[in-house]
């Protein structure tokens, strides 16, 4: 009877549905506010740096308005204006050129800064489970 009792005790907690340490850091990973406001402004500085993209080509503008008059005197009546407009800039000293470079410093700087905040999560989780 004794050996019966010594082994079920000793197969229970492998019956256990524990957490294992991969499972924890996924969920640390998935779950924390640290990563996911990091995940967003790594999306934020990416798109930021893909906008300058945006300053070597031309931008149209399409503007429309419509007023509706109404006097008592002379009747009612409106106005109508439509306008397009066309500007592209050719050279502005480099100007595009160095704002594309910097942002894209920016972004690579923001990526590695997400990795290594990774890497401190992965290594709080994995600490506090063995100790």
Not at 28 to 36: D, E, F, S, V
Not at 53 to 65: C, I, K, M, N
């Amino acid at each position: 009877m004794k050996k019966t009792l010594v082994i079920l005790f000793s197969i229970l907690p492998a019956l256990s549905f524990g957490l294992t340490v991969e499972e924890a850091v996924d969920i640390a990973l998935h779950n924390h506010p640290y990563i996911k406001q990091e995940e967003h402004l790594l999306l934020s500085k990416k798109y930021d740096y893909l906008s300058t993209y945006s300053l070597f080509f031309p931008r149209v503008e399409f503007t429309y308005r419509y007023t509706d008059y109404q006097d008592t005197y002379l009747g009612d009546y409106f106005s109508m204006r439509y306008s397009i407009t066309f500007r592209w800039k050719v050279f502005n000293s480099g100007r595009n050129i160095l704002t594309n470079k910097q942002k894209k410093a920016l972004y690579l700087s923001q990526r590695e800064q997400f990795e290594e905040g990774k890497i401190q999560t992965v290594y709080k989780v994995k600490k506090a489970y063995y100790t």
